[in-house]
């Protein structure tokens, strides 16, 4: 089993920053996708941005949805087995809960949310215009 918890979700205005933490405990070297999805009120669950954990070669590879390519960052530390979403230049329509989540399955990893195994309790981010 893993445990993902999340961290720094908070209220901003537009064009600010923030950086969201996902800290993984238990079998995380059982984990080969990561990745951080999020919802809006009255909306599906949508993925923001996937990192292949696993051995490539040439390093993980990032994937980002077209809504936040060039502005969100997704990153890890190995060794703080914790995860990261940098935000910048927020804007109101990424107002939403993100959640952070993993999977033992294997690259490719997926855009779809039922591919995951594993869900944090998910963080609110508020960006006011």
């Known amino acids: 089993q893993v445990q993902l918890v999340e961290s720094g979700g908070g209220s901003v205005q537009a064009g600010g920053s923030l950086r969201l933490s996902c800290a993984a405990s238990?079998?995380?070297?059982?984990?080969?996708?990561m990745a951080w999805f999020r919802q809006a009120p009255g909306k599906e669950r949508e993925g923001v941005a996937i990192?292949?954990?696993?051995?490539?070669?040439?390093?993980?590879?990032?994937a980002y949805a077209d809504s936040v390519k060039g502005r969100f960052t997704i990153s890890r530390d190995n060794a703080k087995n914790t995860l990261y979403l940098q935000m910048n230049s927020l804007k109101p329509e990424d107002t939403a809960i993100y959640y952070c989540t993993a999977t033992p399955r294997s690259f490719p990893c997926s855009w779809r949310s039922d591919f995951y195994n594993y869900w944090g309790q998910g963080t609110q981010v508020t960006v006011s215009s």
């Open positions: 990192l292949y954990t696993g051995y490539t070669g040439g390093g993980s590879r990032p």
């Open positions: 238990g079998y995380t070297n059982s984990i080969y996708c």
